[in-house]
């Protein structure tokens, strides 16, 4: 063993291995390194916001005051979106994108490792201060995670300034990750590595990057504008002095429905590596896929309003947002039908990766059926600020964007790590959390259908056993959590001697699939050259 | 490697063009303020179009086929303790038609105070053709402290307002204006004092 770690150095004369101690995570500038911390962060943050929504769950677990006050209870539904969003989906979507753009496109870091340590490392700071308002003599963010005006400006408590730093900080963040991201896949790609050649994943990122720098700057510039109003005596939001709480809503939301694919896009990339890898067959129509998503995202800009139908807005522009909206499920059913095909026929093996993309793919169209509904104007009448919009957003965020994040770790541990997760323990985490899941947000579909708003801490007692239902599902998930949190600690710091083939699964293809696993600290110094379509079968 | 410095070059050009996008979006963020402005007026959206002086058309025809009941309302923002309501709660109107309605206004604050009332109209395919040539709401208003007042609106519909328009609705929200003084005289124009 010592011998080839002489060997290595004696071949590799500027690889040195990792600094030692807190140094090496404050200092580094590694591309596996900050992957790294992206997934820690983003995995401790899942179980704080995770403890906030079982707080939100107990309280509903029946009606009337079961355990917080409903001061509190808004807290706790804001501080858990906002966690979950800005501090879960995003950092992991970005860890996953820091540790594997580089290995597959067979770049040996990302093009800014400076920029890159710091892009994360705002993201505690901001993260703490966020959090730090519940520790405040005043309430914490209580206007839910959308901030509307005038919730967040008039009559937004104090710690609303925390908040608005917090999110120019975090945004300051994901913008410096995504130009990062896309000058590494346009200036690092190894020779032969054409734009058609590239996995789907890149591609994924690649245009979620760019919807990032587009309206990530927009959410910079709307929270700005609640500080100007909030402290410098300008009035964008308060009608007052001559401004408009709608407009509000549609900077926010200019910003917050391409958001929606920023959070789901690299999860369709991730989807897409892993489906041929268990089906043992290429993608099915790698190009549509690629201008599916590229449609997917043009589109995303254009359809904001159909958050704001019933704000008022004249008929012709609702009747638009609907139609543009409609549009979006053309190149999604595209990609539905191209994982169906992939699978159609594969020689398909169920391993956990596979049973997570498999569970994504029916729920989350699920999800989008749902999201059709409320796209529709007049069934959008009565469905809006209800608990079916509460189901529709966790079936597309839960089943769609954590599970492929969930998918992207079992699949790609092993490579990370160099040791096999277990498998047993890593089933019986997706068959609990597909059952915890279905049985938290099935039931709020009916329960908003029947009219109980959402944002709510106390409700009719009609809907008292739905929401039972839902609290001992989320419970049921909560607890299946911790498992998988066990299996990435186990794989991560188990001391028998990996012994995982470089491949790892038996049909996966692609460059990270060269690498030895676990995967040294240094990768591809001297690019790979491509000479065939590495993802052909 | 050794395409290195060409490679960092490009990195260099990306950068800057990147980055001019990144601040591109954060200004287009504060153009959209003045846009949603001019779309709200030319649609009537949120009583945009209402706020300012229209002009009559001279060869305008009362349209007396047609009658719209026109509805009016008030509402008091937040805890500003005024009377304010309209003398009539709604008039009938033909299209073309020049009316002239008051709203009393009481000023029970305690106090002398700037308010505006903020008009909306709906339904909203109609909202921009409720024109007015003179309103109270136009501009911000003083009141003494238990100053009582009756305040003008002269309004119209133009006769292009849709056919299948039968009532309209011309709401206001009174707002304390404490915070957004404009620097102008005291403005009274057509109050009634009582
Ligand atoms: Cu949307």
């Known amino acids: ?537 | 490697m050794n395409t290195k410095i060409p490679a960092t070059k490009n990195n260099k050009r990306l950068i800057t063009i990147l980055v001019c996008g990144v601040i591109f979006m954060f200004g287009f963020c504060y153009m959209l303020v003045p846009l949603y402005n001019i779309v709200c007026k030319q649609i009537g959206f949120n009583g945009k179009s209402a706020n300012s002086a229209t002009l009559v058309n001279p060869n305008m025809q009362v349209d007396t086929s047609r009658t719209i009941k026109v509805d009016f309302s008030t509402t008091m923002h937040g805890n500003l303790n005024f009377k304010f309501i309209p003398l009539q709660r709604h008039i009938e109107v033909h299209p073309g038609e020049r009316k002239l309605i008051y709203f009393y206004a009481e000023n029970k604050t305690g106090k002398d105070i700037t308010v505006q009332a903020i008009p909306s109209i709906t339904p909203n395919d109609a909202a921009r053709f409720l024109k007015k040539t003179e309103c109270f709401c136009f501009t911000q208003q003083y009141f003494f402290k238990g100053e009582k007042a009756d305040m003008p609106v002269y309004f119209f519909i133009d006769p292009a307002v849709p056919k299948e328009t039968k009532e309209m609705t011309l709401s206001y929200t009174l707002f304390d204006e404490t915070e957004f003084i404009k620097k102008q005289k005291h403005f009274t124009k057509g109050r009634i004092d009582l």
């Open chain 1, 1 to 537: 063993m010592s011998e080839s770690i002489v060997l290595d150095h004696a071949t590799d004369h500027d690889d040195h291995g990792p600094a030692k101690g807190f140094t090496r995570w404050l200092f580094t500038t590694n591309h596996k390194d900050i992957g790294t911390l992206y997934l820690y962060f983003s995995l401790i943050m899942f179980f704080v916001g995770g403890i906030m929504a079982l707080i939100v769950r107990a309280e509903l677990l029946e009606p009337g005051k079961v355990l917080i006050n409903p001061e509190f209870f808004n807290q706790m539904t804001t501080m858990h979106g906002l966690i979950m969003v800005f501090g879960v989906i995003m950092p992991a979507m970005a860890g996953l994108a820091n540790w594997m753009i580089p290995l597959m496109i067979g770049a040996p870091d990302m093009a800014l490792p400076r920029l890159n340590n710091w892009s994360f490392w705002l993201l505690p700071f901001a993260f703490t201060m966020l959090a730090s308002t519940l520790f405040m003599s005043g309430p914490a963010p209580d206007f839910g995670w959308t901030f509307y005006a005038p919730l967040s400006t008039t009559y937004g408590p104090k710690s609303t300034d925390f908040f608005i730093f917090a999110i120019h900080m975090m945004g300051i963040s994901s913008i410096m990750a995504s130009l990062n991201i896309v000058v590494t896949i346009f200036n690092m790609r190894a020779p032969g590595m054409g734009w058609m050649n590239l996995p789907v994943f890149v591609w994924g990122w690649l245009v979620t990057a760019f919807l990032l720098l587009a309206v990530m700057p927009v959410l910079a510039g709307c929270v700005t504008m609640m500080l100007m109003d909030r402290h410098f005596h300008t009035s964008f939001f308060d009608a007052a002095g001559g401004g408009d709480p709608s407009l509000f809503q549609h900077v926010f939301w200019f910003f917050g429905h391409p958001e929606v694919y920023i959070l789901i896009l690299p999860g369709f990339g991730v989807i897409s590596e892993i489906i041929p890898t268990f089906s043992r067959k290429s993608l099915f129509g790698y190009r549509f896929m690629v201008v599916a998503t590229v449609i997917i995202a043009l589109l995303g800009l254009v359809v904001w309003g159909h958050h704001m139908f019933t704000t008022g807005a004249p008929l012709e522009a609702q009747l638009y947002f609907m139609y543009a909206t409609m549009l979006i499920a053309v190149p999604t059913g595209i990609k539905i039908f191209n994982w169906v095909a992939t699978i159609f026929k594969g020689s398909i093996s169920f391993e956990t990766p596979m049973l997570f993309a498999l569970g994504f793919l029916v729920m989350f169209t699920l999800g989008g059926f749902s999201g059709l509904m409320l796209g529709l104007v007049p069934a959008d009448y009565q469905y809006r600020d209800s608990y079916f919009v509460v189901a529709h957003f966790h079936y597309v965020l839960v089943s769609g964007s954590l599970f492929t994040i969930i998918a992207a770790v079992y699949y790609w541990l092993p490579k990370w790590s160099g040791h096999m997760y277990s498998e047993k323990l890593g089933q019986i985490h997706f068959w609990l959390t597909v059952i915890g899941m279905n049985l938290t947000f099935m039931p709020m579909h009916f329960l908003g259908l029947a009219g109980m708003p959402r944002r709510i801490p106390d409700y009719a007692l009609q809907f008292t056993d739905f929401n039972q239902y839902c609290t001992v599902g989320a419970f049921i998930f909560g607890f299946a959590q911790l498992i998988f949190l066990y299996i990435i600690l186990k794989s991560c710091f188990s001391k028998d001697k990996g012994h995982v083939s470089a491949q790892v699964w038996e049909g996966a293809k692609g460059l990270e699939w060269t690498l030895p696993s676990p995967v040294p600290y240094h990768t591809f110094a001297t690019p790979p050259v491509i000479t065939t379509g590495h993802r052909e079968y």
